[in-house]
């Protein structure tokens, strides 16, 4: 571990301990999740009439507040996609959807390609194309197996996360 991880764990640490407690890998996980599909989910029914059912719309029950744009969402299934590794237990469903994406590039069928071509045809859909905030979500969380697994310097994105979780006490 590093000096520099080192300072900045003492100076986020609060009397010792962690900000917000006993989190886990697991829990960090589940509240990334539930962050992304509530970011990226309008609520059933939030389009037909008023709000509440109230003449004139009366309140704001049941709309959502902050809607996470196309990059917001890749980056944060990014975050969830590497916490997923750590976290393991149910939340191998990640890597293993990873792995299958990876496997229609590396099985042959598209000659010799390894798997830094895979993260690289990753980062180019990332980069060029604007996806729906549901659709940039998923393809992050398959970019962290495969950038993970890549290694090289697709390995990084997976080492600041998991580096900054820790200094900051979530894992």
Known sequence: ??????????????????????VGAGGIAT??????IAGIREPKGAAAGPAGGAPGGGGKKGRIRRKLTSDQAQWTGVIAGTLYMVAGSLWTVGGQVSDAFASVFTGGGFGTAGMGAVALLLALIMYFRELTPGKAAITGIVAAGVWAQAGGIWGLPEALIITGANAIGFI
């Open 1 to 22: 571990m590093s000096t520099m991880t080192l300072l900045a764990a003492e100076a986020i640490s609060v009397d010792g301990g962690r900000i917000l407690g006993s």
């Open 31 to 36: 509240a990334i999740t539930v962050g992304l």
